[in-house]
Nanobody, 119 residues
Framework: QVQLVESGGGLVQAGGSLRLSCAAS????????MGWYRQAPGKQRELVAR???????NYADSVKGRFTISRDNAKNTVYLHMNSLKPEDTAVYYC?????????????WGQGTQVTVSS
């Protein structure tokens, strides 16, 4: 069985930093695109950052220059380094991955980790 296990959320003051991690566990052959989404109360889930297996990245305009996504392919792990955090970054952050498992590529989601930025 495949799982995405997230860690690293928490409470931080505005201007601070956090690092989120997401590790894919299970008998995974490979991970294609991996990324982070977030959902604030009353809002739709939105893409924060995404990274492909060859390292290409894209970011939401609201986080460009502040957040950095990276991955460790050997560990099937994706990271989100968040700097200069703002109160509007407060949300539940979800890890997403396209994983090759049991003969096919499928979408997987983590359980979500809360990030709260106080002003």
């Amino acid at each position: 069985q495949v799982q995405l296990v997230e860690s690293g959320g928490g409470l931080v003051q505005a201007g601070g930093s956090l690092r989120l991690s997401c590790a894919a566990s299970g008998s995974i052959f490979s991970a294609n695109a991996m990324g982070w989404y977030r959902q604030a109360p009353g809002k739709q889930r939105e893409l924060v950052a995404r990274i492909t297996s060859d390292g290409s990245t894209n970011y939401a305009d609201s986080v460009k220059g502040r957040f950095t996504i990276s991955r460790d392919n050997a560990k099937n792990t994706v990271y989100l380094h968040m700097n200069s955090l703002k109160p509007e970054d407060t949300a539940v952050y979800y890890c997403h991955a396209v994983l090759y498992y049991s003969g096919t590529y499928s979408d997987y989601w983590g359980q979500g980790t809360q990030v709260t930025v106080s002003s």
